[in-house]
């Protein structure tokens, strides 16, 4: 009887705010929602982007002015609706209009010969080049004569190609949410969305920690692109063109392993197994698969799982515009005709497109063995019970599509009818596809999914694309897709694509459906979600999620009459994960950054032949003693 990992927690941050509770789904669906729903949403958003403060009493503006919620919701929905989701690339992260480059210019000799300019001691080198006469100035600074001609960079500023991006809401500062010194943007999401994740549970990690043994919990995570702000690897590998110091944290804090490692430090201060993979644009489900293995084979009995990626630097936005693979300014009015691009609109899956829309994230989750979800009563937001990860194979090129989806696509669903039935899988399922916005991957993702539907006897098969409102976060871009399937469970809405105007006429539709405005599932019901997910290299995952209300039939069918006390630990847990929500609404988001706490005591540290225990953990660490190849021995 293997374990089944149950989601019990998820948090993060996208363009659409805030993932626990569904607050970022909702904003998805906002014009599909009830009054009640809506409001909630809009408030909420609003204080996460600064428009209003919560002050015990009543919201307040900027100003003083005072509100309620209604008027909130009402006042300031233009703001909130304007500064989600894909929009132009907004000068709080920088100016795209001024990107700051260098020329190199070959310096011509003067009558008097050469050029002189002066430079600071810092800035003097320690080997002078020879043809240099340098003559100290008074201020410390220093002359130098250039007998020779030679080549100089000269700072220009240059125009991005591509402004639409997938950027946190207006006026919300992940650096502001705790103290941030030293930190990349990528690593504060990563702390930021780790911290969501865990206070979504409505189990204190305290309780948690005490029900297993310390190396039963895994943090499985990782960013693509390491952390390319100035505070990471954008800093190292710029500095001394920048004639700026190197300092002694941008080598360590760029690693792309860091978010998986500042979990474990700062949030969890967790001794356990820890695991950075990274898949390209499929990574989430790299890390969740690992998760996913290690829980039903025992291993793990909890793990926090996902991504944080701050990816809108302008060397990325080059080097994916240089590829072909960005939708630039100049595409956007070729499809529309138009003089001026249409940001809100710069990405659309399915569509007539020309490209991606670049965007930054975290997305993670919290899994549990369905045992202990019982045991401690944890709320169950749906079960990933397969992932399947497969390759291309030979490729014409690293960025070109291959077979390998074909082989995880079809493994997934085949999976799916072995574990809820043909019936679940033909009727009650839907897919959330990588859906990029390139021309290539509108044909081959569809002709994949057309191609299994048609072997398994499935029609109408709905498609959803969060990249039409999120943009791609690269290493957390499946993490948003997983964000906004667990929102249809919990809503029975179904995202519609509704960026485009109209399914591209390339696009495989014999069996599928592309709905470009919310569909209502309710009478249908979804009770299962494929997530899709393709990256360069040949990097395909497919994962197969079921929804809470299967996986309380699953549990009940395996535990019986001991359901009705997991039920009423329940509602203690929801309790408290309504609390969190109450505070994370009003912008109270609790981060969790453990950085200067004691240490644990290496010389407390207690072994016998059976284990060993530590100071802080109630259980130790047991030695498995047995031997898998005793056959062999």
Same mark, same amino acid.
Request: hydrophobic content about 40%; aromatic content about 8%; charged content about 20%.
């Given at each position: 009887?293997?374990?089944?990992?149950?989601?019990?927690?998820?948090?993060?941050?996208?363009?659409?705010?805030?993932?626990?509770?569904?607050?970022?789904?909702?904003?998805?669906?906002?014009?599909?929602?009830?009054?009640?729903?809506?409001?909630?949403?809009?408030?909420?958003?609003?204080?996460?982007?600064?428009?209003?403060?919560?002050?015990?009493?009543?919201?307040?503006?900027?100003?003083?002015?005072?509100?309620?919620?209604?008027?909130?919701?009402?006042?300031?929905?233009?703001?909130?609706?304007?500064?989600?989701?894909?929009?132009?690339?907004?000068?709080?992260?920088?100016?795209?209009?001024?990107?700051?480059?260098?020329?190199?210019?070959?310096?011509?000799?003067?009558?008097?010969?050469?050029?002189?300019?002066?430079?600071?001691?810092?800035?003097?080198?320690?080997?002078?080049?020879?043809?240099?006469?340098?003559?100290?100035?008074?201020?410390?600074?220093?002359?130098?004569?250039?007998?020779?001609?030679?080549?100089?960079?000269?700072?220009?500023?240059?125009? !991005? @190609? =591509?402004?639409?991006?997938?950027?946190? +809401?207006?006026? &919300?500062?992940? *650096?502001?949410?705790?103290? /941030?010194?030293? %930190?990349?943007?990528?690593?504060?999401?990563?702390?930021?969305?780790?911290?969501?994740?865990?206070?979504?549970?409505?189990?204190?990690?305290?309780?948690?920690?005490?029900?297993?043994?310390?190396?039963?919990?895994?943090?499985?995570?990782?960013?693509?692109?390491?952390?390319?702000?100035?505070?990471?690897?954008?800093?190292?590998?710029?500095?001394?063109?920048?004639?700026?110091?190197?300092?002694?944290? !941008? @080598? =360590?804090?760029?690693?792309?392993?860091? +978010?998986?490692? &500042?979990?474990? *430090?700062?949030?969890?201060? /967790?001794?356990? %197994?820890?695991?950075?993979?990274?898949?390209?644009?499929?990574?989430?489900?790299?890390?969740?698969?690992?998760?996913?293995?290690?829980?039903?084979?025992?291993?793990?009995?909890?793990?926090?799982?996902?991504?944080?990626?701050?990816?809108?630097?302008?060397?990325?936005?080059?080097?994916?515009?240089?590829?072909?693979?960005?939708?630039?300014?100049?595409?956007?009015?070729?499809?529309?005709?138009?003089?001026?691009?249409?940001?809100?609109?710069?990405?659309? +899956?399915?569509?007539?497109?020309?490209?991606?829309?670049?965007?930054?994230?975290?997305?993670?989750?919290?899994?549990?063995?369905?045992?202990?979800?019982?045991?401690?009563?944890?709320?169950?937001?749906?079960?990933?019970?397969?992932?399947?990860?497969?390759?291309?194979?030979?490729?014409?090129?690293?960025?070109?599509?291959?077979?390998?989806?074909?082989?995880?696509?079809?493994?997934?669903?085949?999976?799916?009818?072995?574990?809820?039935?043909?019936?679940?899988?033909?009727?009650?399922?839907?897919?959330?596809?990588?859906?990029?916005?390139? +021309?290539?991957?509108?044909?081959?993702?569809?002709?994949?999914?057309?191609?299994?539907?048609?072997?398994?006897?499935?029609?109408?098969?709905?498609?959803?694309?969060?990249?039409?409102?999120?943009?791609?976060?690269?290493?957390?871009?499946?993490?948003?897709?997983?964000?906004?399937?667990?929102?249809?469970?919990?809503?029975?809405?179904?995202?519609?694509?509704?960026?485009?105007?109209?399914?591209?006429?390339?696009?495989?539709?014999?069996?599928?459906?592309?709905?470009?405005?919310?569909?209502?599932?309710?009478?249908?019901?979804?009770?299962?979600?494929?997530?899709?997910?393709?990256?360069?290299?040949?990097?395909?995952?497919?994962?197969?999620?079921?929804?809470?209300?299967?996986?309380?039939?699953?549990?009940?069918?395996?535990?019986?009459?001991?359901?009705?006390?997991?039920?009423?630990?329940?509602?203690?847990?929801?309790?408290?994960?309504?609390?969190?929500?109450?505070?994370?609404?009003?912008?109270?988001?609790?981060?969790?950054?453990?950085?200067?706490?004691?240490?644990?005591?290496?010389?407390?540290?207690?072994?016998?032949?059976?284990?060993?225990?530590?100071?802080?953990?109630?259980?130790?660490?047991?030695?498995?003693?047995?031997?898998?190849?005793?056959?062999?021995?």
């Amino acid at each position: 009887m293997q374990a089944l990992p149950v989601i019990v927690g998820f948090g993060g941050y996208n363009a659409a705010g805030r993932s626990s509770s569904h607050q970022g789904f909702r904003r998805t669906v906002v014009e599909s929602l009830s009054p009640v729903e809506r409001n909630k949403t809009l408030v909420g958003l609003a204080c996460l982007m600064g428009l209003v403060r919560w002050d015990g009493s009543s919201y307040r503006d900027q100003s003083g002015q005072s509100y309620d919620a209604a008027a909130v919701a009402s006042t300031f929905a233009d703001q909130v609706m304007a500064g989600t989701l894909i929009r132009r690339l907004e000068n709080a992260i920088y100016n795209p209009e001024e990107i700051t480059g260098h020329k190199r210019v070959k310096m011509q000799q003067h009558d008097e010969g050469g050029v002189r300019f002066t430079l600071s001691r810092r800035d003097m080198p320690a080997q002078i080049p020879g043809h240099w006469n340098v003559r100290p100035l008074e201020d410390g600074s220093f002359e130098i004569h250039s007998r020779d001609t030679g080549e100089f960079l000269v700072p220009v500023q240059t125009e !991005q @190609l =591509a402004k639409a991006a997938g950027q946190l +809401p207006s006026g &919300f500062d992940p *650096a502001a949410q705790y103290s /941030s010194r030293f %930190h990349p943007r990528g690593l504060q999401l990563a702390l930021l969305g780790a911290s969501d994740a865990i206070h979504s549970v409505g189990v204190p990690w305290e309780q948690i920690v005490a029900a297993v043994h310390p190396d039963e919990i895994g943090v499985y995570g990782s960013s693509v692109f390491g952390q390319l702000a100035p505070e990471g690897f954008g800093g190292l590998l710029q500095s001394r063109l920048r004639s700026e110091r190197t300092s002694s944290k !941008q @080598l =360590a804090l760029g690693l792309n392993t860091m +978010p998986a490692d &500042f979990i474990n *430090a700062y949030v969890l201060g /967790s001794v356990g %197994h820890t695991e950075a993979i990274t898949g390209a644009c499929a990574s989430f489900l790299y890390v969740l698969q690992a998760a996913v293995r290690d829980i039903r084979s025992g291993r793990r009995r909890v793990a926090v799982v996902g991504n944080a990626e701050a990816s809108l630097t302008p060397e990325i936005f080059e080097g994916f515009t240089n590829m072909g693979a960005l939708g630039t300014d100049e595409g956007l009015c070729k499809l529309d005709g138009s003089s001026l691009p249409d940001w809100r609109r710069a990405s659309r +899956p399915f569509g007539e497109n020309c490209g991606f829309t670049l965007a930054e994230g975290a997305q993670f989750v919290v899994l549990m063995d369905d045992a202990l979800a019982v045991e401690l009563g944890a709320d169950i937001h749906g079960a990933v019970p397969e992932v399947f990860i497969n390759a291309d194979g030979l490729k014409k090129s690293i960025s070109a599509p291959g077979a390998g989806n074909y082989v995880s696509f079809a493994k997934a669903v085949a999976s799916a009818v072995a574990i809820l039935g043909e019936d679940t899988v033909k009727h009650n399922s839907f897919i959330h596809a990588h859906g990029s916005s390139t +021309p290539a991957n509108r044909i081959t993702e569809s002709e994949i999914f057309n191609r299994v539907a048609a072997a398994f006897g499935i029609s109408d098969w709905p498609v959803a694309a969060v990249k039409a409102y999120v943009g791609h976060t690269i290493a957390s871009a499946s993490g948003d897709q997983l964000m906004s399937a667990l929102g249809t469970f919990k809503y029975q809405l179904i995202p519609g694509i509704k960026t485009i105007d109209r399914v591209a006429a390339d696009v495989c539709q014999t069996h599928t459906s592309f709905p470009l405005q919310d569909r209502d599932v309710k009478e249908r019901g979804m009770d299962l979600a494929l997530i899709n997910s393709k990256g360069f290299g040949g990097n395909n995952a497919t994962a197969v999620v079921i929804s809470p209300r299967k996986v309380e039939d699953m549990l009940s069918r395996r535990y019986g009459a001991a359901m009705t006390d997991y039920r009423s630990r329940l509602e203690q847990t929801r309790q408290r994960a309504t609390d969190y929500e109450l505070r994370a609404d009003r912008a109270e988001l609790d981060v969790i950054y453990r950085f200067g706490e004691q240490v644990i005591d290496d010389s407390a540290i207690q072994f016998s032949r059976d284990g060993l225990t530590m100071p802080g953990f109630a259980n130790a660490v047991i030695f498995d003693k047995s031997n898998p190849w005793a056959d062999m021995s």
